[in-house]
């Protein structure tokens, strides 16, 4: 499944799902270990106050991202990944998807401008922040994720991160250096995305302004404009709404902050997978290979499980050890809510799964889109009732109910693809070797005094309990990637 040889096509090279999948397992193995350097710093020195209001004020601005970009990442990648054989069309695609975005985020910036101006606190957050609005005109990763062309996007992102650790030492040394810290991750996204315009001459030809016909995709990124912004309520207005439910006490967006961004660190290997995936698959529905794409989700959802039961398990197992060496003790309750927010790794792997590499490449995102709206509406209703008493904790068990409605209604739009029967087939002796793994890691946690060593010992002994348990099993995935020639 995983590796493809190339052959020479449209004047592109065909890209290598295996090759693909190390490129991005790369990088997101660099945006593991980051927060595992930097937040151990930054968590100190601007401390759970400060990481709560670069939170809020974040999220505030994530609002006016999300419209300028209008849903053209996921449509132009779909739309570059269907045409990537021919290149006049997809300059043509290019230029009319890019020029559109140019135009939303024109009309962002000017109503922005605005919010600025009339700001009565963090005016001067909201003003470096802009430049992450700018940034959304300036992404184009989706045309090179398109073309499968992940090295580019890996070498350019590992370069922009590498830069962005070290400025963050040299300049961040103390609480008032909040604003500028704000400043520097915003600038690092801003210029992050305008270097993949030096890539671009090799894979564009020249076409003719007056023919391009920008108007027509304007139906279709709305279509993925709903869903996006559905998305965001679970996972920007949670942010949003503990700011307004606490006050000028920020910590508790602080603590959310913290909990969500460890457990999306535990996503980066399924979410990598899926990304690869996406592409390919529209191309396959695109050529309408249907036996194909049911050998690839089968293959699919056999990964998902794989890993992301034991992550689930494993980061629940280590949390109470983990949080106070990592973050500081300022931030224990954040090891609580990693016990509610954990499950999220392997739901939302499973929705992310479904609608990447089926939902959107089949044309079905309309339908995907009325289910996230519908979650969206969940999560918000849970959120006012929930976070005004239990503040971080109720965020979180908002977005977990959410999440878990969002994956069923998938799965239930994914049926022709995807059997009941094939996930417990797979998934039930990788939720046994888990929950073992979850017990013996917690045992060791108890053996050991807490620090770096004592949970690096706990990960590698669970993984190596985890995986042994499985081979003993007969795991059939398992023992067909180690056998595998």
Known sequence: MFFERKKKKGGLTSPSIHLNYIYNLIYQVLTLLTPLITTPYISR????????????????????????ALGTTSYGQREIARHRDDQEMRSRLFWEIEILCAITTSICLAVWAGVI???????????????????????????????????????????????GIVCLFVFIKEKEDLLLYVALLAATT??????????????????????LRIKRHLKETIVYFIPTVATSVYTILDKTMLGWFTG???????????????????????????????????????????????????????????????VMMGLAGIASEFIPWFLGDAYRPV??????????????????????????????RAQSGKVIVAGAVINAFLNRMMIPRFQAAGA???????????????????????RFSVIWKSGWKRCLAAVLMFFFVVWLGTRMDTGPAATFVQIGAGAVLYFAVLFVMRDKFLVRQLWKK
Request: hydrophobic share 45%.
């Open 396 to 418: 979180s068990i908002a977005s977990v109910i959410a999440e878990i409605f969002i994956t069923g209604a998938y799965l239930w739009l994914c049926r022709d693809y995807i």
């Open 335 to 364: 090891a609580a809510l990693l016990y509610v927010c954990c499950p999220l790794i392997l739901i939302v792997g499973f929705s992310d799964c479904m609608g990447s590499q089926i939902l959107t490449p089949s044309g079905k």
């Open 190 to 211: 801003l210029f992050g995305n305008m270097s993949m315009w030096g890539y671009l001459k090799r894979f564009l030809t020249k076409v003719d302004i007056h023919s």
């Open 45 to 68: 020195v601007i401390g759970p106050d400060g990481t709560g209001v670069q939170s809020y004020t974040n999220s505030i601005v994530q609002y006016f991202a999300i419209v300028a």
């Open 117 to 163: 101006l009339f700001s009565e606190t963090y005016t001067y957050f909201y003003l470096v922040l802009t430049m992450n609005l700018m940034a959304a005109a300036f992404d184009i990763s989706w045309f090179f994720g398109g073309l499968e062309q992940y090295g580019m996007i890996v070498t350019r992102n590992i370069i922009v991160k590498l830069t």
């Open 248 to 310: 000028n006490d920020k910590s508790q967006n602080g603590y959310y902050e913290y909990a969500a961004g460890i457990v999306n660190m535990g996503k980066v290997l399924i979410v990598s997978f899926n990304t690869v995936m996406s592409s390919r698959m529209s191309y396959l529905f695109a050529e309408k290979k249907r036996q194909e794409i049911q050998r690839m989700i089968e293959a699919s959802v056999d990964f998902v499980l794989l890993i992301g039961m034991p």
